[in-house]
Structures are given as C-alpha cells and as structure tokens.
T-cell receptor, first 115, second 113 residues
Framework: DTAVSQTPKYLVTQMGNDKSIKCEQN?????MYWYKQDSKKFLKIMFS???????INETVPNRFSPKSPDKAHLNLHINSLELGDSAVYFC??????????????FGEGSRLTVL | QKEVEQDPGPLSVPEGAIVSLNCTYS??????FMWYRQYSRKGPELLMY????GNKEDGRFTAQVDKSSKYISLFIRDSQPSDSATYLC?????????????FGGGTRLMVKP
C-alpha cells in the first residue's frame, strides 16, 4: 500500500513538449509538495500546497504549473520543456500544525529526461 | 554560498566502521534538524529528527546538533552494507515556515562487506 505514489516513474521527451506528473497520497496529510533533485542530488522545493491552497512558490519558471484538485492529489504540469528541466521530481506530503515534526513522506520520484 | 553545506563524498568504509556525516549551515533561525536516507532510485525517508541543540540516539544512529557552531552530525556505529545510501541533512525554522525544509546536497556512503 504505497503512501505517496507518483506517475509516471520515467519520462523521456523532446525539448518544447508539454508533460504532466501526477501525485497522490493516502496518508490523510493536508500539505503536499513538489521537490526537484538535480544530478548532484541537491533537493530543492518548488511548490507547497496546504488543503489545495498554494503556500510556497519558490523561484520556479512559470512554465511549471501545479494543480491540486483535492488535498490528496498534487499534479505538476510543465510546458515547453527545456534541457535544464531534466531531473528527478519528487512529490511529498506532511502533516501541519503544532505537532508536526517536519517529517516529509516522499514518493519514489519521476525521472524526467529532456532530449 | 549555499544555506546548508554537506560534503558530497562518496565516503567508502569497511563494514563495522563508525561513520561520521556532517552539515554546516548559515541560517541561525533553523531550529529543527533532520537526517534523511535515500537509497538509489528511491525517495528520501526520515532517519532522525532533532529539535534545537543536543544529541539523540536511535539504535546504531546518533544525531548531534551544535547550534552555536551551526554544525550537525550523524554518527552510524557498526555500519552495515545495508547502510549504503545517500544521507541528506535537512533543517527548518519551524513556526510559520512549517515544513519549509532546506536540504544539504547529500553525502553518498558506501559500506563494503
């Protein structure tokens, strides 16, 4: 029973194309995230949603558009893909509130390769 | 200069060795400190969590935080081949920053049988 699942696991596409990655969590958490991990393993937050509301939007090109239809889902759509978008994209979720320990639960990642 | 610095390794040790992994940081507002472990082709998973300064032990793992030096460490005793992974430190200021975690770049550890 996967807690945070994201699809697809692998995407290979050409520059200029548009692609989407879907994420779902069954942990009952109310906050979800997208992180980008580059080839040097550096994990950087892109977006965070709390109960379908955008709460963190780091400096990310507006070609990246997150959408949260409900608090269990957070999808990422990327327009006009560029070579530099090649990375592993991780979805994560967490609880919020005073009892939260900062623990993020990550999916297994979606490896995007732009040719 | 990155907010959180971590030696990328790789660090190669024999089975049974004591491993020391470290991070330094510049933001004095950080209060929550975590270590995540990431196996190849998997997502990171939380290994240790510490609030403010001090030590925390969990089995073979010990996390230390020295806020005065802005330095955190993870020690692994009696290392096993199954400990081979990338270890990422992460930290946050808490409060309204909530789960806004800032990660180090990860240290790749290889434990050889």
């Amino acid at each position: 029973d996967t807690a945070v699942s994201q699809t697809p696991k692998y995407l290979v596409t050409q520059m200029g194309n548009d692609k989407s990655i879907k994420c779902e969590q069954n942990l009952g958490h109310d906050t979800m995230y997208w992180y980008k991990q580059d080839s040097k393993k550096f994990l950087k937050i892109m977006f965070s949603y709390n109960n379908k509301e955008l709460i963190i939007n780091e400096t990310v090109p507006n070609r990246f558009s997150p959408k949260s239809p409900d608090k269990a889902h957070l999808n990422l759509h990327i327009n006009s893909l560029e070579l530099g978008d090649s990375a592993v994209y991780f979805c994560a979720s967490s609880e919020t509130g005073t009892m939260n320990t900062g623990e993020l639960f990550f999916g297994e990642g979606s490896r995007l390769t732009v040719l | 200069q990155k907010e959180v610095e971590q030696d990328p390794g790789p660090l190669s040790v024999p089975e049974g060795a004591i491993v020391s992994l470290n991070c330094t940081y510049s933001n004095s507002a950080f209060q929550y400190f975590m270590w995540y472990r990431q196996y190849s082709r998997k997502g990171p998973e939380l290994l240790m969590y510490t609030y403010s300064s001090g030590n925390k032990e969990d089995g073979r793992f010990t996390a230390q935080v020295d806020k005065s030096s802005k330095y955190i460490s993870l020690f692994i005793r009696d290392s096993q081949p199954s400990d081979s992974a990338t270890y990422l430190c992460a930290m946050s200021a808490g409060g309204n920053a909530g789960n806004m975690l800032t990660f180090g770049g990860g240290t790749r550890l290889m434990v050889k049988p």
